[in-house]
């Protein structure tokens, strides 16, 4: 209702050609045109004389100039400018005898009675008799600095958001800084709050005392409020002397706060906030309500990284289940592949060599049959993990199939290849393995196969193969090259 009057008083005001009576110049005219026009209006209205004069204010002028009347009245008009320049400005353009009777709407800055200024958005102009003269002017002020300063921290909010070039974290930092920079707060913090548990994410301190990674009592923090509002919080020691007693004052002098939470699908997780040792300001539903979008963007930013981390973790595990043996943990016959493929390039490029070596376990069939395949697993889980322990640190060992398992030797001689191989039969033939209560004895037989890297990969594969195959008809549990 009351927007509906602002309306129509408005347009009124913007489009009568003039007042349907003769006015009189001075301040008794002004006195009845305030009281039964302007008086209630929610919005400040100055009525000036044709000397550029305060004649008469109403009471919303007085709340936005902080004054009394008579502070006003009477006055010129010049003591309500905030620069001398915007007066002249203005008079030239709206506040002279010869002025359009259309009346725009501007900003100019304005100087309170308390000398602290303010952006005012103002229709202003004359108002002249059936005759055409003008009588009065007539300036109806809106103060919008609070507005203005939001609409640009809100495109500073959508520049931050929508860049690039930053990564998550950056952009997390920035909203701290921005949010500290509006609310005239030296502290912002981003927080993680589980049960009673308050985690410091992320912090932008003035003066340097709150870190990422600091834990604090949730109940003794001004975010616990939030918990319990399920929504945005601010208090302000000037406007709520209680705040004295909270646990937030009395450990940590905050007097100033305001915070919003943060979500993830909807699941409460922690909040931002920005506080002050020292009463900052009176707040308002508009800072709540941007406080709260900072708090919306942030949970949305959030929600974001958590799907893309999940995202990333299911890439991960398709790239594990494509490359690596679920059973053993080493890299699977395509992954081996692909190594073989890389180390002979390497090796080209750098004329070096590579020993390529199968192994295969013997009579494992046997194990399985009077074991069970559980210790048949066993048993190639048993000789992956003790290769593993012997190997050089460019070794690379991997399941080729079933029991048998490939060994690349990047750079490595005849001697060093032999060695290496015949270390690890040496280890299983003397491993301590059991079932229950029962050793059971292992073996492989291993073919091995040295290449200067200018070969095809199927001509060493199967020339250590033959190797194997070798060693196998001489009796197992031995080595041949090839």
Known sequence: MRDRREATCMTEFDTAPSLPLDLPR???????????????????????SPERRLAMVNAAATRLFRCNKHDLVGQPSTIIYANEIDFVEQGEKRFNLQANRRHHQYLVRYRRHDGSTFTGETIGGPINDSKGRVTLFMAIIRDVTEKLASDKV????????SNPDLSFEQSRHAILQLG???????????????????????AVDA?????????????ET???????????????????????????????????YIGAPLHIRGRFVGAIGFSSSESTTVFTDHHLKLVSMFGQWLSHEMDRNEALRELCEAHERLQRVASQDELTGLGNRRELTSRIRRELGRGRRHGRSLGIALFDFDHFKQINDRYGHATGDAALQFFAGHAMERLRGTDILGRWGGEEFLLLLPDASVETATRVVERLLGALRSANFTSGARRIALSASAGLTLTDCNEDIDDIVNRADRALYQAKTAGRDRLILL
């Open 222 to 256: 001004h975010c616990f409020e939030i918990v319990s509002r399920r929504g945005p919080y601010a208090v302000d020691r000037s406007t709520h002397p209680e705040v004295c007693d909270h646990p937030a004052y009395q450990r940590f002098g905050i007097a100033s």
């Open 26 to 48: 001075d301040n008794v005219s002004a006195h009845l045109i305030l009281e039964h026009l302007f008086e209630d209006l929610p919005e400040a209205v100055i009525i000036g």
């Open 207 to 219: 003066h340097d005392s709150v870190r990422a990674g600091q834990i604090y009592d949730a109940r």
């Open 154 to 161: 809100l495109e500073r909010l959508y520049a931050v958001s």
């Open 180 to 202: 500290c920079e509006y609310f005239g707060m030296p502290l912002g913090v981003v927080s993680r709050i589980a049960n009673e548990r308050y985690e410091v994410l992320d």
